[in-house]
């Protein structure tokens, strides 16, 4: 079974500050990590995602992921916050045994930046 | 180019009646998913077809039924709605042969609500 957590509903950080939406995973294999970005009456948008490789992937919208297998952990980044990142962020992992594409989801991060 | 359509975007049933979504892939994209998004919680994976084909099949009653048509636009229906169908709909295409680690293209959805 595959799994993800977000241990925060709500992040506020002040625009121009550094952000960070934390995320950990759960899976039997070698984990495909994903975030996913929604705006309110609209579908998601891909950010970025982790297959293989370095540890820190670098996505849309100044956006970054480091990938720490050791806690099994998929942090979002952003150096400096901008009013227009508030929106809702999930976290996604999809297992990467088996052959198709079951993703699962996290509740979702809902991140307010302050002006 | 158009991005991945979803129709109607709003829908209002009662008890007992069914129901049937649409999707439309982004114009080459092979593999459709649907999800369903119930509100305060992030998506669920309901199905994913890729070439006609079902490929997967999360944990969903057999009320819930879908098919992929050979121009790749896909269906949802759902039989004998419940109050707890409620939710918004997501349907998501990808490029290939959708074996995980491929970056979704979701539509915007359809906002069903049962009464």
């Known amino acids: 079974a595959q799994s993800v957590a977000q241990p925060e509903d709500q992040v506020n950080v002040a625009e121009g500050n550094p952000l960070t939406v934390k995320c950990t995973y759960s899976?039997?294999?070698?984990?495909?990590l994903f975030w996913y970005v929604q705006y309110p009456n609209r579908g998601l948008q891909f950010l970025l995602k982790?297959?293989?490789?370095?540890?820190l992937v670098k996505g849309s919208y100044g956006f970054e992921a480091e990938f720490n297998k050791s806690q099994t952990s998929f942090h979002l980044k952003k150096p400096s916050a901008l009013v227009s990142d508030s929106a809702l962020y999930f976290c996604?992992?999809?297992?990467?045994?088996?052959?198709?594409?079951?993703?699962?989801f996290g509740t979702g991060t809902k991140l307010q930046v302050i002006p | 180019d158009a991005g991945v359509t979803q129709s109607p975007t709003h829908l209002i049933k009662t008890r007992g009646q069914h129901v049937t979504l649409r999707c439309s892939p982004i114009?080459?994209?092979?593999?459709v998913s649907w999800y369903q998004q119930v509100l305060g919680q992030g998506p669920q994976f309901i199905f994913q077809?890729?070439?006609?084909?079902?490929?997967g099949r999360g944990n969903f009653p057999d009320r819930f039924s879908a098919r992929q048509f050979p121009n790749y636009s896909s269906e949802l229906n759902v039989n004998a709605l419940l109050l707890g169908d409620s939710a918004l709909y997501l349907c998501?295409?990808?490029?290939?042969?959708?074996?995980?680690?491929?970056?979704?293209?979701f539509g915007s959805g359809t906002q069903l609500s049962v009464l």
């Open positions: 114009s080459g994209h092979k593999s």
């Open positions: 996604a992992v999809r297992d990467g045994a088996g052959g198709y594409q079951k993703v699962t």
């Open positions: 899976v039997s294999g070698n984990p495909y």
């Open positions: 077809y890729y070439e006609k084909e079902e490929r």
């Open positions: 998501a295409s990808s490029l290939g042969r959708g074996q995980g680690f491929e970056k979704l293209f």
């Open positions: 982790y297959i293989t490789g370095d540890n």
